[in-house]
């Protein structure tokens, strides 16, 4: 077997059964990968110099694909209603042909770090049959210091070979794609699928398992520092502005995916972004589409067109187009991906049935509430067959990354902001004035304005009155925001209308959280929205 690139001698390939392989690139840097895929006819080169790269038919995760190994160890640890189950024999079989069909093979390797805070950092080891999924995964991770590497013993081992195909019967998944992760031993196998995501997502998943055992709040959120070190952390679904907002020219980025909150603060698990490029604008986000003009980054499903120019417009491959390039890309990013505890938490939904104020003040209880439904709304366009707004519940705002019961998650989280005081604010960029096809979409700008004004600490001074539907506090009036779209149901032409379409909302969010009641305590339970309504 070939060697190139750094040899770690550290690395014993026999251990995870790929001595087989042809070749072995270790550690290679982002030019020498360029050249690899580029030779490979995996990828090819835009005029401004980023590696473009098609998926093929998936161009997204494929969460019914994904299994964790049920044993001894995880079996009372896991929450199965959300995790599917493969056995250990199952797995032993999965791990047995994949290293067989990795025989032969030239294979890549990067030695990378999951997590920026040292006693919580998760070593992994990933194994990639792509050279364009070796050069994703150098720029989504944490990259140790080059004196580390001939020591760097991994505990987390992912073999990612896209052209494998696994046997539902033999293999005991569900398709030819599978993604199977053996917590107890550290190991995670890809098959099937080419989805780079599928990697940073299994790190995700075993930071997710691991970290509250530890005390250590893992969160599917962006985060950002302000200047006199105000930390703030964003959670939110797709389409709520997460990204859009934790950018802010004024504040130190820590990280705009992934984080955790450990008894120093908060750490950012990756060492870079992979962001969303569809009608992707200089004007509208000037520092994310300044990445995607130049060397080092990794386009995922972008249009080329003949100048082999990027046409972000075009989603004809698929509206999940993507880059992925290292934090330092980004010029007001944290050299640490780490900041103190946070000041503020912001739980953004895009309420598409126009019920929602634009900002709430949550207390513990209330934010436990919303951290467990993870709240958003899907509207017409979106996805095939969605005619109407549907509301969207995805626990923790990132069930499919969550192992462990959410309860755990939630009571964990709802401790640490009464530990440290952390104030707590419901955003809502969705809709006003009406549902979505009558009302309009929540002004930026005043989403931006009600923003500065929490992270500042000015909001929490002002007059504030209870939200009839859903009990938390809505402030009166803030200055430099129109004072008729903190009322929702003043800005509704047919109040009627609006109070149906509340009372439809809150009884969705009772339907919802049915299943957490005997996992919460009674200030959650009480913190379930009502529908009380007002008079005209």
Request: glycine share 10%.
């Amino acid at each position: 077997m070939e060697k190139f690139g750094v040899h770690n001698p550290a690395i014993e390939l026999e251990t995870v059964g790929l001595s087989g392989a042809a070749s072995v690139r270790y550690n290679f840097s982002a030019a020498a990968l360029y050249e690899e895929a580029i030779r490979r006819g995996e990828a090819e080169l835009t005029a401004q110099g980023a590696l473009r790269a098609i998926t093929g038919q998936h161009t997204g995760r494929s969460p019914r694909d994904k299994f964790v190994v049920r044993d001894a160890n995880t079996d009372g640890q896991i929450w199965w209603d959300n995790n599917k189950p493969l056995s250990p024999e199952h797995f032993a079989l999965l791990r047995a042909d994949m290293l067989a069909h990795a025989a032969g093979k030239e294979l890549f390797i990067q030695d990378l770090v999951g997590g920026a805070e040292e006693g919580h950092a998760l070593p992994t080891r990933v194994v990639t049959e792509y050279a364009w999924h070796s050069l994703f995964i150098r720029n989504l991770l944490i990259r140790p210091e080059a004196a580390a590497l001939p020591t760097f013993v991994p505990k987390l081992t992912i073999i990612d070979l896209p052209s494998f195909k696994a046997d539902p019967a033999r293999h005991g998944c569900r398709s030819e794609t599978v993604i199977a992760c053996d917590l107890t031993n550290g190991l995670v196998l890809i098959g099937g699928t080419s989805y780079a995501g599928e990697m940073k997502k299994s790190v995700f998943t075993v930071l997710n398992y691991l970290l509250p055992a530890k005390g250590v709040m893992p969160m599917h959120c962006s985060a950002n520092v302000g200047p006199d070190g105000d930390a703030a952390v964003f959670f939110g679904l797709s389409g709520t502005g997460k990204t859009t907002l934790s950018a802010d020219p004024a504040r130190t980025l820590i990280g705009d995916d992934e984080h955790g909150w450990s008894e120093n603060g908060i750490f950012n698990f990756e060492g870079g972004c992979y962001a969303k490029t569809i009608r992707l604008s200089a004007e509208a986000e000037p520092e994310i589409y300044a990445t995607t003009q130049r060397f080092g980054t990794v386009l995922e499903n972008v249009v080329l067109n003949e100048g082999r120019e990027p046409d972000f417009d075009d989603g004809s491959l698929t509206e999940n187009t993507r880059c992925a390039y290292p934090m330092h890309f980004i010029p007001n990013a944290s050299e640490t991906g780490r900041a103190g505890h946070p000041k503020t938490i912001i739980m953004l939904t895009a309420d598409a049935f126009g019920v929602m104020p634009p900002i709430a003040r949550l207390t513990p209880d209330q934010a436990m509430y919303h951290f467990l439904s993870g709240y958003t709304a899907k509207v017409a366009g979106t996805e095939k067959g969605v005619v109407e707004p549907e509301a969207t519940f995805s626990t923790c705002f990132g069930a499919p990354f969550m192992p462990r019961h959410p309860a755990e998650y939630g009571n964990l989280l709802k401790e640490l902001i009464s530990r440290h005081g952390v104030e707590c604010w419901l955003v809502n960029t969705g809709w006003t004035g009406g549902a979505y096809g009558t009302g309009k979409r929540m002004p930026i700008k005043a989403t931006r304005a009600l923003l500065a004004a929490a992270l500042s600490g000015k909001l929490g001074q002002v007059e504030f009155r209870a939200d009839p539907n859903f009990g938390f506090a809505v402030p009166i009036s803030v200055d430099g925001v129109d004072g008729g779209i903190l009322d929702p149901r003043s800005t509704w032409t047919d109040k009627a209308a609006y109070d149906a379409q509340a009372e439809k909302l809150v009884s969705m969010f009772i339907a919802n959280f049915a299943k957490f009641e005997n996992h919460v305590d009674g200030g959650v339970r009480d913190a379930a929205p009502g529908v009380k309504v007002a008079a005209e």
